[in-house]
């Protein structure tokens, strides 16, 4: 089942502003990576693009978790990690995971 089907997840789609939650999710995926690693100029074209990538996915209305995934895990495999402590899989997994968490904790409001 797609999140857009389950019912607790509908605000992403329709609540909110798409623009909102991937402003959101370029702040807190940009402080998770500096937190988590370290603060790297990286980070900053990381957390832009996964940001733009939940924003087309929201747009679209893509609704399956591994969906939303993949098309992170794609536009994020155009950037370089040459001089960065993670990649493509594990930053798109991190954006995903705390986009997971924001829905799981916007349910038990």
Known sequence: MGIYNDP??????????QK????????????????????????????????????????????DVGEILMKMVGDLQE?????????AFSAANAAVRLITQRMESSYGE
Request: aromatic share 14%; proline share 3%.
């Open 8 to 17: 607790k997840n509908r605000y992403m789609f329709e609540s909110y502003d």
């Open 20 to 63: 909102q939650e991937s402003e959101w999710l370029r702040e807190t995926l940009h402080k998770w990576l500096d937190d988590e690693y370290c603060p790297e100029p990286a980070n900053v074209d990381i957390s832009n693009t996964a940001a733009r990538s939940y924003q087309e996915c929201l747009t679209a209305k893509q609704s």
């Open 79 to 87: 950037l370089s990690y040459q001089e960065s402590f993670h990649g």
